[in-house]
């Protein structure tokens, strides 16, 4: 089993249907996880600039064609527990969990019951900008605000699931002292070893590690390593989250991007060719079979058993 906690398909699935495309799942995405090993994968709500003028209604769209699509499918199943996912494992079927990169669908504090009828079970509150809830990372002199406070409550009460990946420092610190459930960080590396705002503090993986949460290895090249990022590099950017935060608090979260489409691909974007080398770099690290396990999937599975 493989676990990759970060893959923004859903958009991708709107724009194809919007030119005509309505199988994109079957045709483009899925060969390429089955290849992978990929048998459960977070599904993010990413939201375009266009899409940002009606937020609710653009995330809800996105939703709703990717569960089309997959209801058309004997392959992949929408799951929101670690159960279902499991049970979705033993028929064969990839699982398939819903996220938001980005809480600006949530226009009014009820709004998140709406996407938890959704089967949303995470919620990142921002991409790189500031939003009503936080700064994110690309601005950074904003930590949470008063209705962030209120989401992160809400969301608690729920068991959902806190996304610390593109946060502000200071939201990211002030979500690990208030957040009262479980957080994560779905697809970040270590700053020590790769100086990015997107990437985590040592103090901040700690602090994700002590609360019992996860932190999902990033293959993008920028995140990887400033100096010739390669798969030996993300190797060690995994040697280095296992060595801060434990055995028990690393997983994948690939953010492959558009690597899970066909098309031209940025060179050097990524130093993993797409999620169809899963497996082989699982295969590849140089760990024990049992961490390598836990890696892969054990931590993520222990994870969603809280939802
Ligand atoms: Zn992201």
């Known amino acids: 089993m493989i676990i990759d906690a970060h893959a923004d398909i859903s958009g991708f699935l709107v724009r194809q249907a919007k030119s005509g495309h309505c199988m994109a799942l079957e ?52 799951v929101t527990s670690a159960g279902e996912l499991e049970a979705a494992y033993q028929r064969d079927q990839i699982g398939v969990f819903l996220s938001l990169e980005g809480a600006e669908p949530i226009e009014e504090m009820t709004d998140l019951d709406v996407f938890y009828e959704a089967g949303v079970r995470m919620i990142g509150l921002t991409w790189n900008g500031a939003n009503r809830y936080a700064g994110g990372c690309a601005a950074p002199h904003f930590g949470l605000t008063n ?38 960080a779905s697809h970040s590396n270590a700053r020590s070893y790769a100086d990015h705002v997107r990437n ?24 990887v390593s400033e100096l010739f990022p390669s798969v030996e590099h993300l190797q060690r950017q995994l040697d280095y989250l296992i060595y801060t935060c434990g055995e028990d608090h690393v997983g994948f979260g690939f953010d492959f991007c558009d690597r899970y489409f066909p098309g031209p691909k940025e060179d050097g974007f990524d130093v993993l060719a797409g999620p169809e080398l899963a497996y082989d770099f699982q295969e590849s690290l140089r760990l024990p079979g049992r961490i390598k396990d836990k890696i892969a999937w054990q931590n993520w599975l222990r994870i969603y058993e809280t939802l």
């Open 27 to 78: 045709e483009a995405v899925l060969p390429n996880l089955q290849t992978g090993g990929i048998t459960g994968v977070v599904n993010a709500v990413y939201l375009d600039k266009q899409e940002l003028n009606t937020p609710k209604a653009s995330a809800l769209r996105q939703i709703e064609e990717l569960r089309r699509q997959i209801d058309l499918s004997q392959d992949m199943a929408i």
């Open 200 to 223: 985590m503090t040592d103090e901040q993986l700690r602090r994700v590690a002590e609360r019992g949460g996860v932190v999902g290895l990033n293959a993008i090249s920028l995140f």
């Open 147 to 184: 209705q962030g406070i209120e989401l992160l409550d809400r969301m608690a009460r729920k068991n959902m699931l806190l996304d610390l990946s593109h946060l502000s420092d200071p939201a990211t610190d002030e979500a690990l002292e208030r957040f009262q459930g479980l957080p994560i």
